[in-house]
């Protein structure tokens, strides 16, 4: 597939950006400035960003706990997406979800349930608006592959291809349900993708470090239920660089073969490499754009540190409707 400078550019923009946000994260966790958790998506990006590529006003998207960062692709803001983190008045939800419960509607970006696969039925119900409007938009799904195996989520399936609805369920296979291997936990190599015939719809497997790779095979399935023929599956084979959450020492997992990941399959440096060889961008303009970047996030957590929390009294606000 030929592609434009503007495109290449586009993609490592947000390619960067959802790294040095899923760092950052690390980072400021370390500090001891993050009153929750923190489930890092470092080595994950391209599976989101090449998807991501193919959206278009009006989809919907329903993100899971691991590379939050890919909302700020899709429109957060740095200070509400730090607010949030934080547990500041200035986040998503005032502070009161923290970084698995980052929604903006405005963005299309559906919110997220911490049970982990139970929320599987929201980007079908966001199709069904979709089917009603008579639109040609879709309703993404991400999940793991650990989540991948409950049972609400089959059930979104099974509705989804009953009405031929467009949602396009994306499977993030890094490898681990927490600390449980795929190789332990699912009967079929492609936890997801292995499944879906079963429903009717069709499937694509790719490497999802290759964020190029990644786009192509998405647009493929995103193209199938943009035309109006149901839902599709991708599921993109990655590795998950850091533990579950920060503080998780791994003890269930190689590492070495950590380490030979990071070395040999790193979606971002990998991509650079190409870029750099090809003359779209050079050495210099990454790297200045690696200390802009990082100079607006700190800026933004500067301005989140100092913003307001809630008070006792306001804690309970919005929990009714």
């Known amino acids: 597939m030929e592609y434009t400078k503007d495109f290449l550019v586009k993609i490592h923009d947000d390619l960067l950006t ?5 760092q950052k994260l690390v980072e400021i966790y370390a500090e001891g400035k993050v009153p929750g958790h923190i489930h890092s998506g470092a080595g994950q990006e391209a599976s989101y960003v090449g998807v991501l590529a193919t959206r278009k006003p009006g989809d919907y998207f329903k993100i899971g706990h691991r590379v939050i960062a890919a909302t700020c692709v899709l429109g957060n803001p740095l200070d509400t997406f730090f607010g949030e983190i934080l547990a500041k008045k200035t986040g998503n939800a005032g502070g009161r ?8 509607l405005c963005d299309g970006i559906l919110g997220m349930s911490g049970t982990l696969g139970c929320d599987a039925g929201i980007p079908v119900g966001a199709a069904m608006t979709i ?30 291809a009953d009405w031929k609805l467009p949602v396009v369920f994306v499977c993030i296979n890094n490898g681990f349900a927490i600390s449980t291997p795929t190789t332990y936990s699912s009967p079929v190599p492609n936890v997801l993708a292995d499944k879906a015939a079963g429903f009717n719809m069709p499937s694509l497997v790719v490497d999802g470090t290759d964020v190029l790779a990644t786009y192509e095979a998405a647009k493929k399935m995103v193209d199938y239920t943009r035309s109006g023929n149901g839902p599709s599956v991708l599921e993109c ?7 579950h959450f920060e503080g998780d020492q791994c003890a269930y997992r190689d590492g070495a073969v950590t380490e030979q990941q990071i070395e040999e399959k790193d ?24 200390a802009d970047f990082d100079q607006e996030m700190n800026e933004s957590i500067a301005r989140s540190e100092a913003a307001p929390e809630m008070t006792p009294d306001e804690i309970y606000d919005y929990l009714y409707v």
């Open 131 to 160: 089917e009603a409007e008579g639109r040609d938009n879709v309703a993404f799904f991400f999940v793991g592959d650990g989540a991948a195996n409950r049972g609400p989520v089959y059930e979104a399936m099974t509705l989804a």
């Open 237 to 243: 084979k990655c590795y998950r660089w850091r533990g």
């Open 267 to 290: 979606c971002l440096k990998l991509f650079e490499q190409k870029l750099v060889e090809q003359g779209v961008l050079t050495e210099e303009q990454i790297a200045k754009q690696k």
């Open 97 to 104: 979800g923290g970084v698995n419960h980052t929604g903006r």
């Open 18 to 22: 959802t790294r040095m946000l899923e």
